[in-house]
């Protein structure tokens, strides 16, 4: 077991844990799917490590029209950047390795989430998950580096 699922397993800990206080249904749906999602990702079948991919994809993608919708600005850019790393791993743009350097922008976004909980404990499971995405992706970066 590598750190990348430690890390997405700690994460998907604290979201099932934090389920109770997700409110809109259509918050534990997405919820619900990034978990399957991962779980399909642990499966050595290619067909369902590409639709937990995408379908991490499209919740991100979901997740971020919600918070624009909603004005959350700080769920926006937490879920904004999880699908923009999405985006470009599928086009196979240039400059991936700094879209994974700038993962810092909604670490720190997340660091300030927890200090106002009370004001974000509907989505607080959901960007459990998706910083711990965007965590792997830094720690990945940085050890590329180093290597």
Not at 23 to 39: S, T
Not at 67 to 92: Q, R
Not at 142 to 147: D, G, L, R, T
């Amino acid at each position: 077991m590598n750190y990348d699922s430690i890390i997405i397993g700690i994460g998907i800990l604290f979201a099932i844990l934090l389920i109770k206080k997700t409110i809109p249904r259509y918050l534990v749906g997405i919820l619900i799917a990034l978990v399957i999602c991962y779980g399909l990702s642990l499966t050595d079948n290619g067909l369902l490590n590409t639709i937990s991919f995408y379908g991490f994809g499209t919740l991100g993608l979901m997740f971020s029209v919600y918070s624009l919708i909603k004005t959350n600005w700080l769920n926006l850019i937490i879920g904004f950047f999880a699908f923009i790393s999405f985006f470009w791993k599928v086009m196979h743009y240039p400059y991936a390795n700094e879209i994974k350097l700038v993962m810092l922008i909604p670490i720190i976004c997340f660091c300030l989430t927890l200090i106002k909980k009370k004001e974000y404990k509907n989505e607080l499971s959901i960007l459990t998950l998706f910083v711990a995405y965007e965590l792997i992706e830094f720690i990945n970066l940085m050890v590329q580096w180093f290597n």
